[in-house]
């Protein structure tokens, strides 16, 4: 994920989410099992191109199965390859890429990714990234579960990806592939960290480039615990701007309005101290469940909303 050190906030606008009860659809234990589990020591620090990395892929790969999602090609699998940004060296990843067809008569498309890569192990120590990116994965593994029983109005992409941590490359390859480039893909909706915050805020990036789905986030159920911040994707403010900060980014690049939650960093931010004991649960699963909202509420609007 992006490098900044808690520079001073530059939001467009706020969207406080208070203390009102709202519907709950995602399962809490399983949820925190994912990150458990993907933020293990025996999962090395899940760096491309490692045994850590394998089971990673392997991991993602297992839950969709289980949960009968179809693959977006002819497998789930999605190798690619890529050089080093430091070397000629060659790496080989692999995306989870899963499809949910819709309902409906619409060929617009959405896409939910998330990196299940992370750092690896460094001077002995394990780089277990149970924010950076244990979290997001395990949100899109369950908001899958969600469609693949209750199924969409329009088709939803779900991608576990790889090698981000190296030069967003996963989200190049998925994006340059024929899942995305032969389907009208209207958003992507990514996650990065999004399970540590002492403060219960989660900012959504992207508003700025594509006004029309300010509309729809300020239609969320409010969520006790968690307040959402629309900012960090102003041109111009370096580290403050996260536009190109994770797998969104080629999607951007590519034409695609995305939405990228994340939180902004913290101690553990690329450290070995970013485990699953200091992930802070309850607003983490709040978290999830709001993006699944917000989902459910493009999904219903999708056809009628102009983004720009």
């Known amino acids: 994920m992006k490098e900044f050190r808690l520079p001073p906030v530059i939001t467009l606008s706020i969207i406080i989410i208070g203390c009102v009860a709202s519907p709950t659809r995602i399962d809490k234990a399983r949820l925190l099992s994912h990150v458990e589990t993907l933020s293990s020591d025996i999962y090395m620090g899940r760096q491309t191109g490692t045994d850590g990395g394998i089971m990673a892929q392997t991991y993602v790969k297992n839950e969709m199965e289980i949960m009968n999602l179809n693959p977006c090609l002819e497998t789930l699998q999605q190798p ?12 080989a990843g692999v995306n989870m890429v899963g499809i949910v067809e819709g309902t409906g008569s619409s060929v617009k498309t959405m896409a939910v990714t998330a990196h299940f890569d992370h750092l690896g192990t460094r001077n002995e120590a394990v780089y277990n990234g149970a924010d950076d990116n244990a979290s997001g994965t395990a949100a899109m593994l369950e908001i899958a579960r969600y469609f693949t029983l209750n199924p969409p109005v329009h088709t939803i992409i779900f991608a576990g990806l790889d090698a981000e941590e190296m030069g967003l490359q996963g989200a190049r390859a998925l994006v340059d592939s024929p899942c995305i480039m032969e389907r009208e893909v ?24 594509y006004p029309g789905t300010k509309a729809v986030l300020e ?22 701007d996260w536009t190109s900060a994770s797998d969104h980014g080629p999607f951007h690049q590519a034409d695609i309005p995305f939405l990228y939650f994340g939180v902004e960093d913290h101690p553990g931010y690329h450290q070995p101290t970013d485990d699953f004991q200091d992930i802070t649960p309850e607003f983490y699963y709040q978290a999830a469940e709001l993006i699944l909202e917000t989902i459910l509420k493009f999904d219903a609007q999708l056809d009628s909303i102009s983004f720009k």
């Open 219 to 240: 239609d969320l159920s409010p969520r006790e615990g968690l307040t959402l911040l629309l900012g960090h994707d102003e041109p111009g403010t370096g580290s403050e």
């Open 80 to 91: 690619f390859s890529f050089n080093s940004r430091r070397s000629e060296t060659q790496f």
């Open 186 to 209: 209207a958003i992507d909706f990514n996650m990065d960290m999004i399970s540590r915050s002492t403060k219960g805020e989660l900012y959504v990036s992207g508003t700025r480039h």
